[in-house]
DNA sequence: TATTGTTATACTCTATAACTATA
DNA sequence: TATAGTTATAGAGTATAACAATA
């Protein structure tokens, strides 16, 4: 098979969406043998470091809608990892059991490993240079932003 | 609504995602009047490049798996912006329509748009470190790289 | 036997609209 | 009126397995 030119990858976006997507299938392998998803791993992050907020924050802070936020507090909760609790009659409190913050403990060993496959074949300077430039970049929010 | 911390925000892999969910948020809002979905985009502008190329080269250049080539060009060739010819019993070479060619002309044009508006945002030479960088990351290909 | 295109299917993430019950 | 959580639904991208026709 002939390989082809491909114009697109001078581009910034083109190169930030094929370099994300084989991050992504590295942590996707590096979570294969523990049955959580990219989301729920990064929620219950969340939920691990700010206890008692609630579902709303949570999914600010990771940029997931509200409406997506259902199913995966719905799975963290039915695999005993997080408790809820009610605060108002609409606001539910979210916290890590035990059982949540060893996985949480867990999650950071693994997510250690996979940053440093890639952190390690860059410049250390470069990588400053690229960790301070992915803000920047997020910044350039379209109004419609989660 | 409280703002939380958020300790994955120190990570490449997620500065990676977040940054690529803004860069292609921004592409989508770029391609609205345009009735191109991103991948049927990348997939003119790559056969628009190589007349005469497969649709599994394509699917190669662009990371899309033959199965999901199907579809994408399916459309483009209903749309009229994509021909195909029988090359032997099993391969087709494409190439693009002079409609199929002034929809690409259109599509680059949009992209230029929408580069800048991220590329401007960062110091030059910090940019060419970014498109540096990328690269070498894509290179941490995993075994199932399509 | 390996390759090209295809079908069918399933999963993950994302998006919107509308509902409820509260505040 | 606005907010928190929910339901339902749709779209886009991606993944695998299996098949036919062909090389």
């Known amino acids: 098979m002939a390989i082809l030119t491909n114009a697109l990858d001078k581009?910034?976006?083109?190169?930030?969406?094929?370099?994300?997507?084989?991050?992504?299938?590295?942590f996707v392998r590096t979570l294969s043998d523990f049955d959580?998803?990219?989301?729920?791993?990064?929620?219950?992050?969340?939920?691990?470091?700010?206890?008692?907020?609630?579902?709303s924050e949570v999914g600010e802070a990771i940029a997931i809608k509200r409406a997506n936020m259902v199913p995966i507090i719905?799975?963290?909760?039915?695999?005993?990892?997080?408790?809820?609790?009610?605060?108002?009659?609409r606001s539910l409190a979210l916290r890590v059991t035990p059982a949540g913050?060893?996985?949480?403990?867990?999650?950071?060993?693994r997510i250690a490993l996979h940053e440093a496959r890639f952190r390690d074949r860059?410049?250390?300077a470069d990588l400053q240079t690229v960790l301070a430039a992915l803000p920047v970049l997020r910044s350039v929010a379209d109004e419609g932003d989660a």
Not at 36 to 55: F, G, K, Y
Not at 79 to 88: C, K, N
Not at 101 to 109: G, H, S, V
């Open 101 to 109: 913050a060893k996985q949480a403990a867990e999650a950071w060993r």
């Open 74 to 89: 719905a799975r963290l909760i039915e695999r005993g990892l997080v408790a809820r609790t009610r605060v108002d009659g």
């Open 11 to 26: 581009l910034l976006g083109y190169q930030m969406r094929r370099a994300t997507a084989v991050l992504m299938s590295d």
């Open 36 to 55: 959580m998803r990219p989301a729920e791993v990064t929620t219950l992050l969340v939920i691990a470091e700010n206890p008692d907020c609630s579902q």
């Open 122 to 124: 860059l410049d250390p």
